[in-house]
């Protein structure tokens, strides 16, 4: 079959390599669509010294039951299913109270679960293998734009779910990076609470289809974004901000706009940082406020984003390319000309 490996830093390749075999417990799954992440291109620009080369990538796979291992009884061939993207242990302190997302057996302190595409082959291929126990049947859901509901559907509802307290009716959130997680990030907030969305991006097109997915309010980014959220609120704040870029200027953003005892979210990985001073003056936070390093999510963050989709609150705004042009997908991708998610299809 054909698989896209991550050869070195900067490089990924077509091969030609076997079907996976699986074991008692696993599922062999036909692949429909594998979703391309901003993640991917971190990994794609790691230096040498990356654990994981010669990996299949992709995260975010969607397909269908090809065949059970001998254990396996609650799938059929033919299954629509969604591969999840933490592959967590399921047993440990954490896997049995539901954070299935710091699993400290398939995770440690200092790594995140094991994950298809990092250090597991992933679904940028014609087959994907998994334990059955990381599969969701996907019902009503379309397989073929499904994929990204792996990531960029779950980690959202993640963060989301986190900060359920503060949003209230009248409250206010802003989302910082309408691209994969953002517009779905948005159509969350949109299904689950009533409060006022505020969008920001420095996309004209990104900021267009954060008002078709559910912003009350689209705001290029800059100062006087800033100045304006500020002004809004009476120079209080706003409760809940995610940031989905995680840059220096998004970071800012977020410090700068969150309202006392309010809450940041930051899921983007783009290298940004904010101080933080133990004392009375000078630090850049209001009291009281909440910040996350948020992590991926928990099966029962899926199943609520599965659940979202198939009443069609969510759809997944898709780019579909032939796996055979992932290189085009990924520069695409790099240089901000993808809307919504990108697909790569076997
Ligand atoms: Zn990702
Ligand atoms: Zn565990």
């Known amino acids: 079959m054909k698989a896209l490996k991550l050869i070195g830093p900067g490089k990924i390749q077509i091969q030609e390599v076997p079907v996976p075999e699986i074991g008692p417990d696993e599922v062999l799954i036909k692949v429909v669509g594998a979703g391309l992440c901003h993640s991917d291109l971190h990994i794609l620009h790691q230096g040498q010294d990356w654990p994981f080369f010669g990996t299949t990538m992709g995260h975010e796979t969607a397909g269908h039951i090809e065949s059970l291992g001998t254990h396996v009884t609650d799938f059929a061939v033919g299954d629509p299913v969604l591969v999840h993207a933490v592959w967590a242990c399921g047993q440990c302190r954490p896997c049995s109270v539901g954070r299935e997302n710091a699993c400290s057996v398939n995770g440690s302190r200092n790594q995140f679960p094991l994950t298809p595409g990092i ?140 309202a006392p005892e309010g809450a940041i979210r930051i899921v983007g990985l783009a290298g940004g940082s904010f101080p933080f001073n133990a004392s009375l003056e000078g630090e850049v936070l209001p009291w009281g406020v909440n910040v996350q390093r948020s992590y991926g999510g928990t099966p029962a963050d899926q199943a609520e984003v599965l659940a979202l989709v198939a009443e069609q609150r969510v759809n997944v705004d898709v780019v579909k390319y032939p796996l055979a042009e992932a290189q085009r997908a990924f520069d695409d991708l790099e240089a901000g000309r993808i809307s919504g998610r990108a697909i790569l299809v076997p």
Do not use: W
């Open 119 to 258: 250090g597991a082959d992933g679904g940028m291929a014609e087959y994907i293998k998994a334990r059955a126990k990381h599969v969701d049947r996907l019902g009503a859901v379309d397989v073929v734009t499904a994929a990204p509901l792996a990531d960029a559907g779950l980690t959202p509802m993640h963060a989301i779910r986190s900060v359920r307290d503060l949003l209230l009716d009248d409250s206010t959130v802003v989302v910082i990076g309408i691209g994969g997680l953002g517009h779905i990030a948005l159509q969350i907030l949109r299904a689950t609470s009533r409060c006022r969305i505020i969008a920001v991006d420095i996309d004209e097109a990104r900021l267009a289809a954060a008002r078709r997915n559910g912003a009350d309010q689209v705001l290029h980014a800059g100062s006087d974004a800033v100045r304006t959220i500020l002004a809004e609120s009476d120079n209080y704040g706003v409760d809940v901000v995610l940031d989905f870029v995680g840059a220096q200027s998004t970071i800012d953003f977020a410090t700068g706009v969150v």
